[in-house]
């Protein structure tokens, strides 16, 4: 086909691996805009293309050069993308601005960890981000998540470690943690920091009187969990208006 002297429209392909088929296509202006799946030297190759490059059924992501290109276009919309590089992750991450990617947020939320670049992508998808089948993920992923700009729920979370809580405490947004039943008491204070609400529901122990003061400025006024509280935390609900 690459060879055909003259132009090709190939409207129904879905798939291209061939760098001169691609080349030729590109010559003629005739990318077809449903393609799904690059080879990554077919990607290299639109990523340097002359003129706008419409690829709004993309599938697959793998180069950081195109993922680059797109965005340099004002592409904000990548919800059609499922599978994504840790290359052309890590360039989506770094984007200031929100990017929509309902394709790859979606795996998240039935479960499937990401890895830590992908989940730095995934923080930049808009709204609410309710990440709660993640089962106890690994911190890096945590900690790629918690850039996200917006209420983050991650009820999966188990034990937080002081990278997480780091994190977690610059976090802008509302936090669901509801699987933390305990937290180190040398992190109370780290996440204590954290500037948006606390959803803290399955918490057994508190021995910082700043987290505590936290959790009730918050709206906490349940506290049929708690199991362990130490002295400086008993004057803090000790002074709560209203019942507890």
């Known amino acids: 086909l690459a060879l055909h002297s003259g132009p090709r429209a190939l409207v129904g392909l879905v798939s291209l691996d061939s760098e001169p088929l691609a ?14 799946r690059l080879s990554p030297a077919v990607e290299t190759l639109l990523a340097e293309a002359a003129g706008r490059v419409s690829l709004r059924a993309l599938v697959r992501l793998t180069t950081a050069a195109l993922a680059g290109r797109l965005l340099a276009e004002g592409r904000t919309d990548f919800d059609s993308l499922t599978e ?3 290359a052309a992750a890590a360039v989506l991450a770094a ?16 479960g499937a960890a990401p890895t830590p670049a992908v989940a730095g992508a995934i923080a930049r998808h808009p709204g609410r981000l309710a990440l709660n089948r993640l089962a106890d993920p690994p911190a890096a992923v945590v900690v790629a ?23 977690l405490a610059a976090h802008r947004g509302r936090l669901e943690l509801g699987g933390v039943a ?3 008491p040398q992190l109370e204070d780290v996440i ?5 609400p606390h959803d ?5 122990a508190v021995s910082s009187a700043v987290l505590a003061a936290k959790l009730v400025a918050d709206g906490r006024r349940d506290c049929g969990r708690l199991r362990q509280i130490s002295a400086p935390v008993a004057a803090v609900l000790a002074g709560v208006e209203g019942s507890l």
Do not use: F
């Open 192 to 196: 204590a920091a954290h500037d948006g």
């Open 145 to 167: 998540l918690a850039a996200h700009q917006g209420d983050l729920a991650l009820d999966g979370l188990v034990t937080l470690t002081p990278d997480m809580a780091r994190a």
């Open 182 to 184: 305990r937290i180190d």
């Open 84 to 86: 994504l590089s840790d």
């Open 23 to 36: 080349a030729r296509l590109v010559a003629d202006g005739l990318v077809p805009v449903g393609l799904r």
């Open 200 to 204: 803290l529901p399955a918490l057994e």
């Open 95 to 110: 984007h200031t601005g929100p990017l929509s990617l309902a394709g790859l947020v979606a795996p998240a939320r039935r």
